[in-house]
């Protein structure tokens, strides 16, 4: 007998969940918390915040003092994966720069984001420039899910009743830094408008919940909350639903392909077993989706059968297309008033304490839709690349005795200068609307497969002018921001050869939209409960259905649209639809 | 669940920093869940980046003669004052030893630029560059020093003594010694209530209002 084979599981679950994060996170724990019984496949490895957060690690206990030569955002960040994956590649068409990030692990990319949780807005769903396609549901179809997912995850912000920023049930925020204060200052004399952020931190118990506590404020959000205090998919929702004894998670489990029956409804899922490299086949009753935007497309496109040759969901041929990241570019310095500053813990939350929502009429500019923005600085904790400015800065300012001396030295009067610039930092970055367009998208590369045998994705993404433009302002008004703020500017200023800093798309981490929602199964691939028009029991939970992003992050939008869906198959189970 | 309470579930009974850090250190941290064969490794870290660090420790990069001139340069950078102690102290030589295998585009600038430094004192002294006296060694750095107002032909000096400042930067505030220098207060469970009054009057910050 040959050794190579499938082994089938007997059983046949309620539901079968890919995907371990945001999306995939949330529509397990609703199906379990219901009684169904459920199973999650995660590509990665099992991850507990609990047990294996880097959180309150000093730098010394890095060899690499926190560097990003393993970790993209550093060595005690939470995240197992990266820009690229030893055997997992994919590729690019026609100089595109797509750069496509990866976590490999329970909870996926919810462990390290920034837990920056903004809604979309009324106009992010129904646009009011008729650029772009509606999506199939409106603002008021999804405000109970996200206040829902506010009041059973916990989000920090202030009542603003901004019209398309809409306001959330919020705990009390933490309070601004000093360098935010004069941010608050600098931006409103730009002209730009600042407010209190919003994020997934707990800055107060949950009612009845033992299993999460407040936050410390030591501000290490990005390597995840050993008590729970910030949103991991992993802390939040896997690990609490696994409790119910209905959820059962496989992880090291690779997905290959959604399989289906000559009906072509979905019974099953094939994986392969990132250990021990053997063959499975799991079956269920539905399969829910919720790899990533573009991991899920990728499964759909290699799941093809004589009932669905182009892919599974994909009869319309758009699965892959509309792929979408938000911009983003950035300015930095530092504040010279904020020299020789007195030293206390100003470490904070690990979200945004301030940012700045979108604040402009369109009208009177070259390109559609908005900006918000992120701002940095202050008293951090050092690690490698530390100082690194100051033999610079030391150039633009004078010394002690109010004197001009060269830029760079040695010695104690460099050692002084450490001191003297420490915590003196500000930086801004952008993170905008990019328009959702139907050439620019993943698709299967014919000719690559990666270690598993599993055709990878290609790349195809182009920005276009409105983007370039957009960055342009970005770049004008963070000038301007510094400029009223005192601040000097030791970032490379930014023109039209490199796109005013715009950075590659993916680059932002929040890419959208390859499986997208609409009423028309001729022009879309998931009616407006995230469910496939083409096979019935299959939805897609994770960031894929978007239509068209806001300048919001997207995760709350993930998990209040996950809820709903999972909500959906629930209400249609017990009409026996599905 | 309130703070008193998550602080029991990271096993402690009381607020305190050090016990808590103590607290999260991998060696400490208990799982239960564990397969045996996975017990000695360290929690939060894949197989792989274990495996490298490895191999990096078991290397080693740089000669005697490298090694003894990193030190003297990191102690040109970062010596000994009233508040902390110098490079070496705090260990920076061995930091830069490790890291130039960790991201080994530091490896030939690093290699080269200690050859042209010591070429350069030879041509001048006679003897390499730790030879030197401490009065011809600082003569030598004053000429790569300082970027905008170095000679042309010194450029690959200034660019070398660019990187060799930030990597003993880098080894040094990192390091205990180098954290305490710069006075980072935090790292630590506390309640974060704002920017301390006095702070707020010194910067005329009072009345702003995010």
């Not at chain 1, 939470?78 to 068409?93: F, M």
């Not at chain 2, 920093?17 to 360290?42: F, M």
Request: glycine content about 10%; hydrophobic content about 35%.
């Amino acid at each position: 007998m040959s050794e190579f084979q499938i082994k089938k599981s007997p059983t046949v679950y309620d539901a079968i969940v890919v995907g371990s994060g945001a999306g995939g996170g949330m529509a397990a724990y609703v199906l379990a918390n219901a009684g169904q019984k459920v199973l999650m496949l995660e590509a990665g490895q099992y991850f507990d915040p609990k047990l294996d957060a880097h959180q309150l690690k000093w730098p010394w206990e890095s060899p690499r003092r926190g560097a990003g030569t393993v970790r993209p955002f550093g060595d005690f960040d939470a995240s197992y994966g990266g820009w690229e994956l030893d055997g997992e590649p994919y590729t690019k068409k026609d100089k595109t720069e797509f750069e496509w990030f990866r976590s490999r692990m329970l909870g996926g990319r919810t462990n390290h984001w920034g837990r920056i949780s903004l809604r979309m807005g009324p106009h992010d769903f129904k646009c009011k420039d008729g650029l772009t396609d509606d999506w199939p549901i409106t603002y008021d179809d999804l405000k109970p899910f996200y206040d829902k997912v506010d009041r059973m995850i916990g989000i920090y912000g202030t009542v603003e009743g901004l019209e398309n920023e809409p306001d959330g049930i919020f705990m009390k925020p933490p309070k601004p830094r000093l360098n935010e204060l004069f941010i608050k200052k600098g931006a409103e004399k730009a002209g730009v408008k600042v407010i209190t952020g919003r994020g997934a931190v707990l800055t107060e118990s949950i009612k009845g919940n033992n299993d999460r506590a407040p936050c410390f404020y030591c501000g290490q959000c990005g390597r995840s909350c050993k008590v729970y205090g910030d949103f991991s998919a992993s802390s939040c929702l896997v690990i609490p639903a696994v409790k119910t004894g209905n959820l059962t998670v496989i992880t090291d489990a690779m997905v290959r392909e959604v399989i289906t029956d000559k009906d072509g409804t979905a019974k099953g899922v094939s994986y392969v077993n990132r250990r021990d490299l053997q063959e499975y086949q799991v079956n269920a009753r539905l399969v829910i989706l919720g790899a990533s935007a573009c991991e899920s497309a990728r499964i759909l496109l290699n799941s093809k059968s004589p009932q669905h040759p182009a892919g599974l969901a994909n009869s319309s041929g758009v699965v892959g297309k509309y792929l979408h990241d938000s911009t983003g570019a950035s300015v930095s310095g530092f504040l010279p008033q904020l020299m020789d500053r007195k030293r206390y813990n100003e470490d904070g939350v690990g979200s945004v304490h301030i940012y700045s929502p979108w604040w402009l009429d369109n009208k009177k500019l070259n390109f559609p839709r908005g900006y918000h923005i992120e701002y940095g600085g202050g008293m951090g904790m050092p690690s490698y690349g530390f100082g690194s400015g100051v033999p610079v800065m030391n150039g633009m300012v004078p010394d002690r005795n109010g004197k001009m001396k060269d830029a760079g030295g040695y010695g104690a009067s460099l050692k002084d200068d450490y001191r003297r610039f420490y915590g003196t930092g500000v930086g801004m970055a952008g993170r905008g609307t990019a328009i959702a367009r139907a050439d620019n998208y993943c698709e299967i590369d014919p000719d690559v497969v990666d270690k598993y045998g599993i055709p990878v994705l290609r790349f195809h993404y182009k920005w276009a002018q409105e983007e370039i433009n957009q960055a342009k302002h970005m770049q004008e008004t963070f000038l301007s921001i510094m400029k009223e703020m005192g601040a000097v500017v030791t970032s490379k200023i930014q023109g039209r050869e490199t796109n005013y800093g715009l950075e590659a798309p993916g680059k932002i981490i929040h890419e959208v939209g390859t499986i997208r929602m609409g009423d028309d199964p001729k022009k879309s691939a998931l009616n407006k409960y995230c469910q496939a028009h083409d096979c019935k029991n299959l939805f897609v939970v994770d960031a894929a259905p978007f239509v068209q992003q806001g300048d919001k992050n997207a995760t709350w939008t993930i998990l209040a649209l996950s809820m709903r869906t999972a909500e959906y198959i629930l209400a249609q189970k017990k009409k026996q639809n599905i | 669940m309130n703070r008193r309470d998550s602080i029991k579930a990271l096993g402690l009974t009381a607020i305190s920093t050090s016990v808590l850090i103590d607290a999260c250190k991998p060696s400490e941290t208990k799982t239960g869940t564990s397969t045996p064969e996975e017990t000695t490794k360290e929690a939060g870290r894949e197989h792989w980046e274990i495996e490298r660090d490895k191999e990096l420790h078991s290397e080693t990069f740089f000669t005697s003669h490298e090694m003894a001139t990193i030190t003297v340069l990191a102690d040109i950078i970062i010596p000994k004052d009233d508040v902390s102690g110098s490079a070496s102290e705090a260990k920076v030589p061995e930091f830069i030893e490790f890291i130039v295998k960790d991201i080994p585009e530091h490896k030939i600038p690093m290699r080269g630029g200690l050859k042209w430094l010591d070429l350069q004192c030879l041509n001048r002294y006679q003897k390499p560059f730790v030879e030197a006296s401490a009065k011809e060694q600082i003569a030598m750095i004053d000429e790569i020093a300082y970027p905008q107002k170095a000679k042309p032909e010194m450029k690959p000096g200034v660019t070398f003594f660019n990187r060799m400042r930030n990597l003993t930067a880098s080894g040094f505030y990192t390091s205990k010694i180098g954290v305490k220098d710069i006075g980072y207060a935090g790292n630590a469970p506390n309640q974060w209530q704002g920017v301390p009054d006095e702070v707020l009057k010194q910067y005329g910050m009072q009345d702003v209002k995010i």
